[in-house]
């Protein structure tokens, strides 16, 4: 086995057993952890108090207690979060933050006190409308309230400089990501769907300096072999996330190129720069004003169709694939509003509703098939 099948085994093994990651990586830093829910968390923060942040994205889980608290017709996401709390998965965490950018968000927030006594949960609230000067100063003294939270809750001060380093630490994490993301265009058998995937997933179970240099060892490795043609459907995904994990498979099967993606799991974590003037917190809350295209963002005139046309015209992708999650009502309202815009450029598009707990995808395979058929 070569460096590169090292790299790439080490990051699924990460992806697929994220216990077994986080743990290892607190042994090796000598750090605790701290639980992110999803969307967008101030994780500089939390890294420059010498925390590990941990990716809360839900899982397969059976459900069995959450229906006391969170109804069936929320984002399986959240139902799996509490659920995986409720069941003592978190009790190792120092805390949590969760953002507030749903209905089903402030529930669990709301509930979270109740139902998972154990983990401490700090609420983060971003702006929604984001278009004047007042909206970045009240993100960053969101941040200031959060860090002030934070320090209180572990009974350390998190001092400017480290703050300063945190940031740009994780200014080249996502700067390697979004060279990695485009790599895997002249790599789409290497990388293909399920390997990228779950080397995108790794990242929420790793110390980010430690998960940024191994990244950028495997990108190195990759790049001494020649690169690879694509044979089947290349495509523009976009939704909340893909999983389950079987839902990637079928992807890979049927030979489907990821030639960009707008998941909020993965792309939108990343794919803006931040600005270059300001202190650490500044630059994370203008990093966020800047930030278009994303659901859970109002916008007065919509920019996510012209994005997604972009990244089809740029990538000279085949399609968009359009992975909604079920009782995801931000995804649902935005729908509508691209599909249009896509319909009217005349780019196919695939649409498929998931959900994490998906006892079967043999429905989605079928789809999933034809459409590369329809595509070639």
């Not at 229906?67 to 805390?95: H, K, P, T, W």
């Not at 990759?222 to 495509?235: A, F, L, M």
């Amino acid at each position: 086995m070569n460096q590169q099948e090292v790299l790439i085994n080490q990051f699924i093994e990460d992806a697929r057993n994220p216990k077994k990651a986080v743990e290892k990586a607190l042994s090796v830093t000598g750090k605790k952890a701290f639980g992110c829910f999803p969307i967008y968390t101030p994780e500089e923060i939390i890294y420059a108090a010498n925390l590990l942040p941990v990716g809360m994205w839900g899982g397969q889980t059976q459900m069995s207690k959450v229906d006391s608290y969170i109804q069936s017709f929320c984002c399986s996401i959240m139902r799996a979060n509490v659920e995986q709390g409720m069941n003592g998965v978190y009790d190792f965490l120092e805390g949590i933050i969760i953002p507030t950018f749903c209905d089903t968000m402030k529930a669990v927030l709301a509930n979270w006190p109740v139902a998972v006594p154990t983990v401490k949960a700090i609420p983060f609230v971003y702006p929604q409308n984001r278009t004047s000067e007042s909206s970045a100063q009240f993100l960053i003294s969101q941040y200031r309230r959060f860090q002030s939270d934070l320090e209180e809750l572990i009974g350390t001060k998190i001092s400017e400089e480290a703050l300063e380093k945190s940031f740009v630490i994780y200014e080249e994490y996502r700067a390697t990501m979004r060279d990695f993301v485009e790599l895997v265009n002249d790599y789409p058998k290497t990388l293909n769907p399920t390997v990228r995937h779950l080397i995108i997933k790794s990242s929420y179970f790793n110390d980010k300096a430690d998960y940024t240099t191994r990244l950028q060892e495997l990108m190195n490795e990759i790049k001494k072999t020649p690169k690879e043609e694509v044979h089947g459907p290349k495509v523009v995904l976009t939704g909340l996330m893909t999983e389950p994990e079987q839902l990637l498979d079928l992807f890979t099967e049927n030979g489907y190129t990821i030639a960009a993606d707008d998941l909020a799991h993965e792309s939108r974590q990343y794919r803006v720069p931040a600005r270059a003037d300001g202190t650490a917190i500044e630059k994370m809350a203008y990093r966020v004003m800047d930030l278009k295209g994303c659901t859970f963002f109002y916008e007065e005139n919509k920019t996510r169709g012209t994005m997604l046309k972009n990244l089809v015209e740029k990538h000279h992708a085949d399609a968009v694939v359009v992975c909604l999650f079920k009782f995801c009502d931000p995804e649902e309202f935005d729908y509508p509003v691209y599909k249009k815009e896509l319909d009217d450029s005349n780019i196919k598009m695939l649409y498929l509703e998931v959900d994490q707990q998906m006892d079967s995808v043999e429905q989605l395979r079928t789809r999933i098939q034809s459409f590369a058929e329809i595509l070639l």
